[in-house]
């Protein structure tokens, strides 16, 4: 069986992509740049935030599961 997608790394990703910052994205959440850090540095996130998260950058993080899921059958 593969590894589930690490959704902090692929926040990252898509920071990246968008070039924005975690800066940026801590602003926009209403929290502080060092605890969306540790909340990236996990391999999980509660959907509430993922789907925060989702929501401000345009981009569906729960597909990626949804791939991942379909793969291991």
């Given at each position: 069986?593969?590894?589930?997608?690490?959704?902090?790394n692929l926040i990252k990703v898509e920071l990246a992509r968008q070039q924005r910052?975690?800066?940026w994205l801590a602003q926009q959440m209403g929290c502080s740049r060092q605890n969306l850090c540790r909340q990236l540095d996990h391999d999980y996130l509660g959907t509430d935030q993922l789907l925060k998260i989702s929501?401000?950058?345009?981009?569906?993080?729960f597909h990626c599961f949804t791939e991942y899921i379909l793969n291991q059958f």
């Open positions: 069986m593969n590894e589930a997608p690490h959704i902090g910052s975690i800066a929501l401000i950058l345009h981009h569906d993080f």
